[in-house]
């Protein structure tokens, strides 16, 4: 029988705030739940998974039933970093903002696999977008606007309360009533009826170092912690390995060292094990690579000798070289045929 890949969730733990606003709200929480196939005690379990269509339903119900169209960001605002779990205490205690996100990511699985970050980066500015992993058609303005919230809560962890983003971009169009909004966000550049949702920040705040009670002891005690959590959904030893090659590659951090040192193992022991599911390690950093390669080269604004260095090359003509041996011409004639909507080669099958 073949196996069954469990939908798409959200940590329950990030809904903490959700039954007092109900009430505050006059709403029943409880049934609102039920109405979405979800048990009410499950929220009383912080490392529950609930299913992340239905969590974007009940913010969707919960916004009409009350009659606020900013359920989500009111949600937001009685959100703590501390409803992440023990994954917060792997973030608040980086260094930078840039260092912060790459911890969000490594243990993503344990917070969601349904809502991802990802950081684009040009001269001076960065956009930190926010993206969701949702059945086509579900309705989720108020999970969107939650989750994007949380966000600059989560950078105002590292950068300081009086941190405000350059700018928020949002999916959803505008409310009639924008006060929550440009409150949460601030009014000089926000717009709605955006290609993503995604904060606006200066490229200095990603490795700005602020003067923070920091304790390494506190973020490696926290970090064995995480390593010690079983695993969740799929959670194979390659998904977790691509995941740190992912938020490594910029860094210099995406070699079979520190991947096998993260994950708590051997350079040895890593490549037995990846080997057991099918490839070795040169070929899961290849495979990472060729997605994001695509993903980088499909954004027009996309500099090539950043793209280089976004993919862990220290420079232009390195990157040139794998990706033309890759796919068979080099990334400039590869992104001119995806502007004009052409048929792109894929990765070629090595010998």
């Given at each position: 029988?073949?196996?069954?890949?469990?939908?798409?969730?959200?940590?329950?733990?990030s809904?903490?705030?959700?039954?007092?606003?109900?009430?505050?709200?006059?709403?029943?929480?409880?049934?609102?739940?039920?109405?979405?196939?979800?048990?009410?005690?499950?929220?009383q379990?912080?490392?529950?998974?609930?299913?992340?269509?239905?969590?974007?339903?009940?913010?969707?119900?919960?916004?009409?039933?009350?009659?606020?169209?900013?359920f989500g960001?009111?949600?937001?605002?009685?959100?703590?970093?501390a409803?992440?779990?023990?994954?917060?205490?792997?973030?608040?205690?980086?260094?930078?903002?840039?260092?912060?996100?790459?911890?969000?990511?490594?243990?993503?699985?344990?917070?969601?696999?349904?809502?991802?970050?990802?950081?684009?980066?040009?001269t001076?500015?960065?956009?930190?977008?926010v993206?969701?992993?949702?059945?086509?058609?579900?309705?989720?303005?108020?999970?969107?606007?939650?989750?994007?919230?949380?966000?600059?809560?989560?950078?105002?962890?590292?950068?300081?309360?009086?941190?405000?983003?350059?700018?928020?971009?949002?999916?959803?169009?505008?409310?009639?009533?924008?006060?929550?909004?440009?409150?949460?966000?601030?009014?000089?550049?926000?717009?709605?009826?955006?290609?993503?949702?995604?904060?606006?920040?200066?490229?200095?705040?990603?490795?700005?170092?602020l003067?923070?009670?920091?304790?390494p002891?506190?973020?490696?005690?926290?970090?064995?912690?995480?390593?010690?959590?079983?695993?969740?959904?799929?959670?194979?030893?390659?998904?977790?390995?691509?995941?740190?090659?992912?938020?490594?590659?910029?860094?210099?951090?995406?070699?079979?060292?520190?991947?096998?040192?993260?994950?708590?193992?051997?350079?040895?022991?890593?490549?037995?094990?990846?080997?057991?599911?099918?490839?070795?390690?040169?070929?899961l950093?290849?495979?990472?690579?060729?997605?994001l390669?695509?993903t980088?080269?499909?954004?027009?604004?996309?500099p090539?000798?950043?793209?280089?260095?976004r993919?862990?090359?220290?420079?232009?003509?390195?990157?040139t070289?794998?990706?033309?041996?890759?796919?068979?011409?080099?990334?400039?004639?590869?992104?001119?045929?995806?502007?004009?909507?052409?048929?792109?080669?894929?990765?070629?099958?090595?010998?």
């Open positions: 029988m073949t196996k069954q890949t469990p939908p798409p969730s959200i940590r329950a733990g809904l903490t705030p959700f039954e007092p606003l109900a009430h505050e709200l006059g709403l029943d929480p409880a049934a609102l739940l039920r109405r979405q196939g979800l048990d009410p005690a499950a929220l379990n912080p490392d529950a998974k609930l299913p992340a269509a239905a969590v974007a339903a009940l913010l969707e119900a919960a916004a009409a039933e009350s009659g606020r169209t900013d960001l009111q949600l937001a605002e009685a959100w703590t970093i409803d992440i779990g023990p994954v917060s205490l792997a973030v608040v205690h980086q260094d930078t903002l840039r260092e912060a996100l790459g911890a969000l990511e490594l243990h993503r699985a344990h917070l969601s696999d349904a809502v991802s970050l990802s950081l684009l980066e040009d001076g500015a960065a956009e930190l977008r993206a969701f992993d949702l059945p086509e058609g579900t309705a989720a303005n108020q999970l969107a606007d939650f989750v994007l919230a949380k966000t600059l809560k989560l950078c105002r962890a590292i950068l300081g309360p009086s941190w405000a983003p350059q700018g928020a971009r949002l999916r959803r169009f505008g409310p009639p009533d924008q006060i929550a909004y440009r409150r949460m966000f601030g009014s000089d550049s926000l717009v709605f009826a955006a290609q993503a949702d995604a904060l606006l920040l200066k490229a200095s705040d990603l490795d700005a170092r003067p923070r009670m920091l304790d002891a506190l973020r490696k005690h926290a970090e064995a912690l995480l390593a010690s959590l079983p695993s969740t959904g799929d959670g194979s030893v390659a998904q977790r390995a691509a995941s740190l090659i992912r938020a490594g590659l910029a860094e210099g951090r995406a070699d079979l060292h520190h991947v096998s040192g993260t994950l708590g193992l051997n350079g040895r022991t890593l490549q037995r094990r990846l080997r057991a599911e099918g490839l070795g390690f040169s070929d950093l290849d495979q990472v690579r060729c997605e390669a695509r980088y080269l499909a954004d027009r604004q996309s090539m000798h950043q793209i280089a260095a993919l862990g090359y220290a420079d232009g003509s390195a990157f070289r794998w990706f033309t041996q890759t796919f068979g011409e080099p990334p400039s004639r590869w992104r001119e045929k995806a502007r004009g909507g052409q048929d792109q080669p894929e990765q070629l099958q090595s010998a």
